[in-house]
């Protein structure tokens, strides 16, 4: 057992390690495509932009690491930030605000973990159902018009503390948690060991339900910072905002090296997944390409790592067996 978790542990090295090496490659490859790519100005433009989009992927990387997935994580962020702002509107308190956002993207996520862990709906259809009832909530509390004139709101995405964006000192304070969470707690461990197996996970004590349920809620409280944010970023309660965020975050998990067979993820692997896309998306405008081509060009990254992640999982089955 130990000799397979040690030949288990170098895979994951050396998968990790390879997304690291992907990530400088790129890097080194853009600034010698275009010279404004390794500005400062231009690496903090794009550290900005990945914010929201890399939250939602630390919430994503956490339920699929337990064998999971969010569908919804776009459209509650977009009903929990249009709420936030509607709140903030109304009382104009930044902290009751900011309150209302993360308690609205928990809710939905309890309701995606109760239908998950109580009813056995796998989380597929779960957050599918979701992504259109929260989606609809958004239009109908706003019956489908913007919020604007937001005042202060805006601080949480345009402010900045110390000369670093808000946005970006989220992302560093949610991707530490995440960090923490997987590597340094009881509840790490276990969504590792249900991902990797579920029905070995009940045999061994562990309440697969609460631990489920408890990923759902991190989730929400990501998203509903995500929302937030993304509300802050474009000065408005946008009920249509965010549409297809989820993918940017599924995207930017599964390149980052998390594992769609459940138990194998990384924070800091989900963080340089989410860089590839991002510097991969800036060198495409800078280079004046297609926005047709770019979407082509996005599509096969997740084909490609999909296929990485198929062989990733054989190599796995080949180690055990040996």
Request: charged share 10%; proline share 2%.
């Amino acid at each position: 057992m130990n000799s397979f978790m040690e030949r288990l542990k170098k895979i994951n090295a050396r998968g990790t390690f390879s997304i690291y090496f992907v990530l400088l490659i790129l890097f080194i490859v853009s600034w010698m495509a275009n010279e404004n790519f390794a500005t400062i100005g231009n690496l903090s433009n794009i550290s900005r932009q990945i914010a929201v989009g890399t939250i939602l992927a630390f919430g994503q990387t956490i339920l699929i690491i337990s064998g999971m997935l969010d569908l919804s994580s776009g459209s509650v962020l977009a009903l929990a930030g249009v709420l936030s702002v509607s709140v903030y509107v109304s009382t104009h308190s930044l902290i009751l605000a900011f309150i209302v956002g993360i308690a609205v993207a928990v809710f939905c996520n309890i309701l995606n973990g109760i239908m998950v862990t109580k009813f056995k709906t796998p989380p597929f259809i779960a957050t599918l159902a979701m992504m259109a009832m929260a989606r609809g909530a958004a239009l109908l509390y706003t019956n489908g018009q913007n919020i604007y004139q937001i005042g202060d709101y805006v601080v949480f995405g345009q402010g900045s503390l110390f000369g670093i964006p808000n946005p970006v000192l989220f992302l560093i304070l949610i991707m530490v948690c995440t960090w923490y969470l997987l590597k340094h707690t009881v509840f790490g461990r276990s969504i590792y060991a249900i991902g990797g197996n579920e029905e070995a996970s009940v045999a061994s004590g562990i309440n697969v339900n609460r631990v489920k349920m408890k990923a759902f809620i991190i989730n929400g409280i990501f998203v509903g910072i995500a929302g937030i944010i993304f509300m802050s970023r474009v000065n408005g309660g946008l009920p249509n905002g965010a549409i297809n965020y989820e993918f940017k975050a599924l995207t930017a998990a599964v390149i980052g090296g998390t594992s769609f067979t459940g138990g194998i993820g990384t924070a800091s692997g989900t963080l340089a997944g989410a860089f590839i896309v991002g510097f991969l998306d800036n060198i495409m405008v800078l280079l004046g390409v297609n926005s047709y081509l770019q979407q082509i060009i996005r599509g096969a990254i997740i084909a490609l790592a999909v296929i990485y992640d198929i062989y990733f999982k054989t190599t796995r089955k080949k180690a055990k067996k040996a």
